[in-house]
């Protein structure tokens, strides 16, 4: 037996409105019923589960609080169980607040400028081709395992200057922060001890062996008093970069070769209007946002006329926002050609994602290369399809027949 106590289990939610939660099964499957209905309901909703929290359900009332910094601290950025001590440095910039935020965003910004992306392009390209070499005469594969997750992995891997190899440690870590650690503290903890001695050796390691990477980028940066950063801010950052940069991009990739594979004629016509790939990109962005974040109330305000009261935490949902027909006309379509497109995926806010061109420049190569391939493709009936839970969402199996149908 063991002696460790197992996080209580939620109970089924039967009351969305006013008991919603965001690791409930049903939301994982298909959140998008109950975004309308919360929206429905209110700009603004409550559970008490997770000690108290609020969700914005409207495009505006999630812009209010992304805009708002004197009333919301991003000093945690997952809805959890548990709320311990924070630890300082945890993850800047996303988990700082003014004015440190700004120093820490713009050291990162560097390194993921457009020009920088390009560089990296070939590369991505290549990823992409041996990873379909591996399984493209099998005329079957689960792309979510074999393809979409070790895109960003390698990518990020790659700009570290790190093993690619030692891609299935990163893919753990990330699996016990972002989905076991919503209701068990301890995979946090040991997600984060382990992350943080991988990256020391390898900070020792370039300390007598300097290289052009981003983990030398980062111990020969300064602050804003022209110090070197604290050990912690550049393990923090290093942290934030492997978190933030694999599940992301791994889950949008998946999400939208799962609606490639349902919908044959935007694939038939990508292929025909190569052209159209950066739009459908961005549609696919919007209508399958994988990243929900997380605020904490620390002064009382109203947020589009709702009251919200300091102690709660907030479940910033970007994709809820995505999917607000005030904003969107056909909110709840795909619509490739989509031209005004002013959607949250990547944030709104002083938090707007610094990997941004990295991500959508992940995106565009994975699909081109898929379509350039395997221009054929559709769900295999006799699998299933899984998404994972909480914080990001995207297809953790995604079982495709490759090829023609017989």
């Not at 990256?199 to 030398?216: N, Y």
């Not at 016509?269 to 990109?281: G, Q, W, Y």
């Not at 549609?283 to 305000?301: G, H, I, N, Q, W």
């Not at 002013?342 to 938090?351: M, N, T």
Request: glycine content about 4%; some cysteine.
């Amino acid at each position: 037996m063991s002696d460790v106590s197992q996080p209580a289990a939620h109970p089924p939610v039967s009351d969305w409105v006013n008991d919603f939660d965001h690791t409930d099964p049903q939301w994982t499957e298909d959140p998008f019923p109950i975004w309308d209905e919360l929206r429905a309901a209110s700009p603004v909703v409550h559970t008490d589960r997770f000690l108290g929290c609020y969700m914005p359900t409207t495009y505006e009332a999630v812009r209010e609080i992304a805009n708002d910094t004197e009333h919301f601290s991003s000093r945690r950025i997952i809805v959890r169980d548990v709320r311990p001590e924070i630890a300082r440095n945890a993850a800047p910039p996303i988990t700082s607040d003014p004015p440190v935020h700004k120093p820490a965003k713009q050291l990162l910004l560097p390194p993921f400028t457009p020009d920088a992306m390009k560089k990296l392009e070939p590369r991505m390209r290549a990823i992409c081709n041996e990873l379909i070499d591996g399984f493209i005469a099998d005329g079957k594969v689960d792309a979510a395992a074999r393809y979409s997750k070790y895109i960003p992995v390698q990518a990020i891997a790659h700009m570290l200057g790190i093993p690619e190899s030692d891609s299935d440690l990163f893919i753990n870590w990330i699996h016990m922060i972002l989905e076991l650690g919503i209701k068990d503290e301890s995979k946090v903890l040991q997600a984060v001890q382990e992350m943080s001695a991988y990256f020391m050796g390898h900070i020792e390691a370039r300390r007598s062996k300097p290289t052009g990477d981003l983990i030398s980028y980062l111990m020969n940066a300064k602050d804003k008093e022209g110090q070197p950063l604290e050990e912690s801010h550049v393990l923090g950052s290093l942290r934030l970069l492997l978190i933030a940069g694999i599940d992301t991009t791994w889950s949008a990739i998946g999400s939208s070769l799962w609606h490639l594979a349902r919908t044959p004629a935007d694939r038939e016509r990508l292929i025909a209007e190569p052209e159209l790939m950066p739009t459908a990109v961005e549609e696919l962005l919007r209508a399958y946002s994988p990243v929900t974040m997380a605020r904490e109330v620390v002064k009382e305000t109203t947020v589009s006329g709702c009251p919200v009261k300091a102690g709660n935490m907030v479940l910033l949902s970007f994709p809820a926002a995505n999917r607000d027909p005030k904003m969107f006309p056909d909110a709840d379509k795909v619509v490739i050609d989509r031209r005004e497109n002013r959607h949250a995926a990547f944030g709104l806010g002083i938090h707007r994602c610094v990997g941004s061109n990295l991500a959508r420049m992940e995106m565009q190569v994975a699909l081109e290369e898929w379509l350039k391939r395997i221009p054929d493709f559709r769900l295999d009936p006799a699998g299933t399809v899984t998404w994972s839970q909480g914080t990001v969402r995207g297809p953790r199996q995604l079982p495709f027949l490759l090829g023609k149908a017989m």
